[in-house]
T-cell receptor, first 110, second 112 residues
């Protein structure tokens, strides 16, 4: 079966660092995506990993370990506008469709 | 600027009625997708299309249909709306198969 797990909710402080984890058990793997979704809005693309290691993009970084079925999204210097849900999705190599986790709601406190 | 739009943004309908949700993109993308998003669930794929005249069923396609007569549009039809279809519906597109997807603003559908 296909399963993607993320924590339901996390809380962090403005200016701090937070790590959002995603673990997956899927029948195949062809890349992992992270999206950000503000309440009432559409998801927007943040990052993509297909090889093991860390991809850095400004304040956001994403890490992948294929052998462990594990990824994380690291957000640095948190700002209030980072309050959003963060969605992890794995690409199925059989049809190139995305299998989505339920998302992690991140709450930033002053 | 290229964009993807959905209409209507909000819709209330009655059980048993046929409903069509519109999706229009100006990215000139071949790939288009319909998802539904419900609390506690990830985005679930309803139907997708890789090009004109191509349509494919996703994970939760029962009760829904799509047609692709041109590159820009992929309307989603609920043949006979049911209360279980109350949800937020997102349309998305991508340029190449497997690339990141660009999402429309969503349609909130309530079936009473």
């Amino acid at each position: 079966g296909q399963n993607i797990d993320q924590p339901t909710e996390m809380t962090a402080t403005e200016g701090a660092i937070v790590q959002i984890n995603c673990t997956y058990q899927t029948s195949g793997f062809n890349g992992l995506f992270w999206y950000q979704q503000h309440a009432g809005e559409a998801p927007t693309f943040l990052s993509y990993n297909v090889l093991d290691g860390l991809e850095e993009k400004g304040r956001f970084s994403s890490f992948l370990s294929r052998s462990k079925g594990y990824s994380y999204l690291l957000l640095k210097e948190l700002q209030m506008k980072d309050s959003a849900s963060y969605l992890c999705a794995v690409r199925d190599p059989s049809n190139y469709q995305l299998i989505w986790g339920a998302g992690t709601k991140l709450i930033i406190k002053p | 600027d290229a964009e993807i739009t959905q209409s209507p943004r909000h819709k209330i309908t009655e059980t048993g009625r046929q409903v069509t949700l519109a999706c229009h993109q100006t990215w000139n993308h071949n790939n288009m997708f319909w998802y539904r998003q419900d609390l506690g669930h990830g985005l679930r794929l309803i139907h997708y299309s890789y090009g004109v005249q191509d349509t494919n069923k996703g994970e939760v396609s029962d009760g829904y249909s799509v047609s692709r007569s041109n590159t820009e549009d992929l309307p989603l039809t609920l043949e006979s709306a049911a209360s279980s279809q109350t949800s937020v519906y997102f349309c998305a597109s991508s340029g190449e198969t497997g690339d990141e997807q660009y999402f429309g603003p969503g349609t909130r559908l309530t079936v009473t």
